[in-house]
């Protein structure tokens, strides 16, 4: 053989090697507004989005943010966390959903520290098609105001859980709306959530595998507070604020704590 082709095919599966490198994906990825999705997204290196960093981290792995900035709209398909380690992971969301979860019946997604805006013209702040559990923390999901309009929409596809604490939603045409798809079902748990001033349904549980649990929520200032439709179940443990509202609707059942 040749030196010089030798040397070609040499250079070449170096390439290729760099390449594999390169794009490896990481169980902790980073996002900055002074990132740069070109970048691997390291601490020292940090992506721009959240589409730019979800290509490069493993399933079942984190993304940290680190200031404040547009990180852009994503779909997730795996096991990942969301995590803000510096200030809120702002999502400004024009004409569109904010995050889309479409994940497998054995992952799990954390989202922790997101504000979404929707800025009048979002659709949707949080739809959850699938996944096995959703845990939603610490967020602010705003200004949806476009049809439909939703907060968090869980139109589960199959048997999932979504967990959500701590939130402010408000200023959407409705808040959380819990409408299971055929042969899906759903388990919505809202716990130290303040939902107020929405045009439409604060928390709307529709069908019979639709159960929200409400516990140490305020829910005031709604067209309507509390809505069920078709067999769905809003059970309150009876620590709730649930006043004010043009409607206030009425838990299926009122548990106490243990």
């Known amino acids: 053989m040749h030196t ?32 740069d999705d070109i970048n691997p997204c390291s601490r020292t290196a940090m992506c721009k989005t959240f589409a730019g960093a979800i290509s490069k981290t493993a399933a079942g792995g984190e993304i940290s943010v680190y200031d404040p900035g547009g ?26 959903t904010g995050v889309t979860i479409k994940a497998g019946p054995n992952d799990s997604v954390f989202l922790d520290g997101l504000a979404l805006e929707g800025g009048g013209s979002g659709t949707t702040g949080i739809s959850i098609v699938s996944a096995g559990s959703v845990h939603i923390r ?12 939703l907060a968090i929409d869980v139109s589960a596809t199959m048997a999932s859980k979504v967990f959500v604490s701590n939130c402010a939603i408000g200023k959407n045409i409705a808040g ?14 809202l716990e130290g959530v ?3 001033n929405n045009a439409g349904s604060a928390v ?13 929520s305020t829910i005031t200032n709604n067209v309507t507070g509390l809505d069920l439709a ?9 620590t709730n604020a649930i ?10 059942h009122v548990e106490r704590l243990q």
């Open 230 to 238: 078709s067999g769905g179940i809003i059970i309150s443990f009876g």
């Open 243 to 252: 006043s004010g509202n043009g409607t206030d609707g009425q838990p299926s």
């Open 194 to 196: 303040k939902l107020e």
């Open 71 to 96: 990180y852009g709209a994503l779909t997730i398909t795996k096991s990942l966390s969301i995590v803000d380690v510096g200030a809120k992971a702002s999502m400004l969301v024009a004409g569109t």
């Open 204 to 216: 709307r549980a529709e069908g019979q595998t639709a159960t929200v649990r409400l516990n140490a």
């Open 138 to 149: 610490n967020c602010v999901i705003r200004g949806f105001q476009a049809a439909p309009g």
């Open 4 to 35: 010089r082709s030798l040397f070609a095919i040499v250079g070449a599966l170096a390439a290729m090697l760099y390449a594999s490198a390169g794009h490896a994906q990481q169980m902790r990825t980073c996002v900055s507004g002074t990132g």
């Open 176 to 189: 959380v709306q819990v409408k299971p798809d055929a042969g899906g079902g759903a388990q919505v748990f």
